[in-house]
């Protein structure tokens, strides 16, 4: 069975304090692997795709990079507002392509 | 902004009643997505269209159905609500169906129902 495991479930920090979210899968014939920021009470809102072990993008403070079992979110120099859930999917031809979803890691940047 | 709008933002009903949300997808977006997320729950996939047709079934009760119409919004109807109905339901669009490269999808802001 496809499946999607996301650590720790909470994550606090100082601000400035690096750090690494993990995304871990068991699928068969993946096709993409999807990060979303969620605020509370917003929408999922999209970060970054991942299609091939050894890929990795980019943006602002945050880096992903896939292998073949996991995957990672670096976070750089946090600030508060990168407060948030940050929620992994994965898209398997095992699952009809549809996206199976982890539970999400808490992140919590205190000033 | 995703671009993906549904309405209402906020919705309160009781028991038995029968509500309808809307989502008007990303322009360009042909396939919409239904998602249930309730507190302290991961995100659970309810139902898929692309380009007007049902695409993909999640876990979705036979209490609730959806429909997409020609100009690609979309509509979840759920009914006989029950208490533990409320929660808040995400609908996101992208460009392709599944299986296809760059099929991203773009959540809307969620409308929140509550059944009391």
């Known amino acids: 069975e496809d499946q999607v495991t996301q650590s720790p479930e909470a994550l606090r920090l100082q601000e400035g304090e690096s750090s690494s979210l993990n995304c871990s899968y068991t699928?068969?014939?993946?096709?993409?692997l999807f990060w979303y920021r969620q605020d509370p009470g917003k929408g999922p809102e999209f970060l970054f795709t991942?299609?091939?072990?050894?890929e990795e993008k980019e943006k602002e403070r945050l880096k992903a990079t896939l292998t073949k079992k996991e995957s990672f979110l670096h976070i750089t120099a946090p600030k508060p507002e990168d407060s948030a859930t940050y929620l992994c999917?994965?898209?398997?031809?095992?699952?009809?392509?549809?996206?199976?979803w982890g539970a999400g890691t808490k992140l919590i940047i205190k000033p | 902004d995703s671009g993906v709008t549904q309405t209402p933002k906020h919705l309160i009903t009781a028991t038995g009643q029968r509500v309808t949300l809307r989502c008007s997808p990303r322009?360009?977006?042909?396939?919409v997505y239904w998602y249930q997320q309730s507190l302290d729950q991961g995100l659970q996939f309810l139902i898929q269209?692309?380009?007007?047709?049902?695409?993909a079934k999640g876990n979705i009760l036979e209490r609730f159905s959806a429909q997409q119409f020609p100009d690609l919004h979309s509509e979840l109807n759920l009914s006989s609500l029950e208490l533990g109905d409320s929660a808040l339901y995400f609908c996101?669009?992208?460009?392709?169906?599944?299986?296809?490269?760059?099929?991203?999808?773009?959540f809307g802001q969620g409308t929140r129902l509550t059944v009391v």
């Open positions: 996101a669009s992208s460009v392709g169906a599944s299986g296809a490269m760059n099929t991203e999808a773009f």
């Open positions: 322009s360009g977006d042909l396939s």
């Open positions: 269209y692309y380009n007007g047709e049902e695409r």
């Open positions: 699928v068969s014939g993946l096709r993409g």
């Open positions: 991942l299609y091939s072990a050894g």
């Open positions: 999917a994965v898209q398997a031809a095992g699952s009809n392509y549809q996206l199976i």
